[in-house]
């Protein structure tokens, strides 16, 4: 992924797109701030951190421009979506309601959940097979739902 991060960032360059530019610079620079944070405690990074990471990003954009836009800064608003957006490019395709209902029903037979003692079990393989895919806040509430009948 990082090679990817690399590569983008000179075809932006290439194309004088400084919005693109800006936010992949950024990105890179959170995955250092991430790779330094590791370093300290003897770990390195995989790419399902680096998802993480990237998931976080677009979260915390998407409740910025919420804020922005109940200020009537649409400016600012704007930005933060066009960084989701070039941020989102990196991420998998994320699963649509009915295929995440569809793996929670299936890590649910997994794992022979049967009440809500089992949530754990279930977000874990969900986390395991589906990092990077789905919400999983979203994801939870659905499984407790469907755990609570």
């Known amino acids: 992924m990082r090679e990817q991060f690399n590569s983008q960032l ?10 693109r530019v800006a936010t992949i610079r950024m990105i890179t ?39 922005y836009e109940k200020a009537g800064r649409e400016d600012l608003s704007t930005q933060e979506r066009e960084e989701i957006a070039i941020i989102s490019e990196f991420l998998p395709k994320q699963m649509s309601d009915e295929e995440v209902t569809a793996a929670i029903k299936a890590a649910m037979a997994e ?13 874990a393989a969900l ?4 990092t990077g895919q ?16």
Do not use: C
Request: positive net charge; proline residues 0%; aromatic residues 2%.
């Open 29 to 67: 620079a959170a995955l250092k701030d991430r790779d330094i944070e590791a370093r300290g405690a003897g770990k390195t990074i995989s790419d399902d951190d680096i998802l993480a990471l990237l998931q976080k990003m677009v979260k915390s954009r998407q409740e910025s421009a919420e804020i």
């Open 10 to 19: 000179k075809e932006a360059m290439k194309a004088g797109d400084k919005r």
């Open 111 to 123: 794992t022979g959940a049967a009440g809500m003692k089992d949530m754990g079990k279930v977000i």
């Open 134 to 149: 789905m919400d999983f806040a979203k994801a939870s509430a659905s499984v407790k739902a469907m755990l609570a009948g």
């Open 127 to 130: 986390k395991g097979k589906y």
